[in-house]
């Protein structure tokens, strides 16, 4: 089945700093979506993208779709306390809505 | 609004006793319907899906079953539950046409005994 390569696994910043985390994968996908989940609860979504190319941002965030269709990165900037949580990568094909493909996760920790 | 809700939140519950966890999505209709599995904090496992009620497709082979008896609510159940169960489950949502888009509960952290 499909898998997606998320890393790294884990992260340890001072607050300020920014951070950049990726997934690739074996396989095309046609859109890509990133989820932060606080301990303890559901994940939640930051971002998604639909075009191979596109590069989208909310607040401090930034993700792109990258052109081959099979990568995406999740860029924050200036961190916070806040940022801290594990990230997700996901990826959907073709008309399977819903079923998406997860990442194994990024476990970012901020020290203030 | 759209809102999902799962419950309970915590459930301890000791080998071989059955299982419910109980999902309820408001303000959509015909909605996509996701049971997953987090292990251990990390990865999420797809269990089961359903595109409309007494449709259910199941992702992997397990101890466990679902049903979805209405249009928005989705069931997750065993009747034996095994130590392996243990997790955290999160129901989602989904609507049609919006490619990927989930949304999840607030999860429930089973603990079997």
């Known amino acids: 089945g499909q898998q997606l390569n998320q890393s790294p696994q884990s992260m340890f910043i001072q607050e300020g700093e920014d951070v950049s985390m990726n997934c690739t994968s074996s396989?095309?996908?046609?859109?890509w979506l990133w989820y932060k989940q606080d301990p303890g609860e559901g994940p939640v979504l930051l971002i998604a993208l639909y075009k191979a190319g596109e590069l989208t941002s909310n607040g401090r965030l930034t993700a792109q779709f990258g052109i081959t269709r099979k990568d995406s990165f999740l860029n924050i900037s200036a961190s916070i306390p806040s940022d801290v949580g594990i990230y997700f990568c996901a990826g959907a094909g073709g008309t399977s809505y819903g079923k998406l493909t997860f990442g194994q996760g990024t476990i970012l920790t901020v020290h203030p | 609004s759209q809102t999902i809700h799962q419950w309970p939140a915590t459930l301890v519950q000791p080998v071989g006793s059955p299982l419910s966890l109980e999902c309820t999505v408001e303000g959509t209709s015909n909605p996509n319907l996701y049971w997953y599995r987090q292990a251990a904090g990390r990865g999420l496992q797809l269990l089961f899906y359903s595109v409309g009620i007494g449709q259910i497709s199941s992702e992997v082979p397990q101890n466990l079953s679902a049903s979805r008896p209405q249009d928005r609510q989705f069931i997750l159940s065993s009747k034996k539950l095994l130590l392996s169960d243990s997790g955290f489950y999160l129901c989602?949502?989904?609507?049609?046409?919006?490619?990927?888009?989930?949304?999840f509960g607030e999860g429930s952290r089973l603990t079997v005994l």
């Open positions: 989602a949502w989904t609507q049609l046409g919006v490619a990927g888009e989930l949304f």
């Open positions: 396989s095309i996908f046609n859109t």
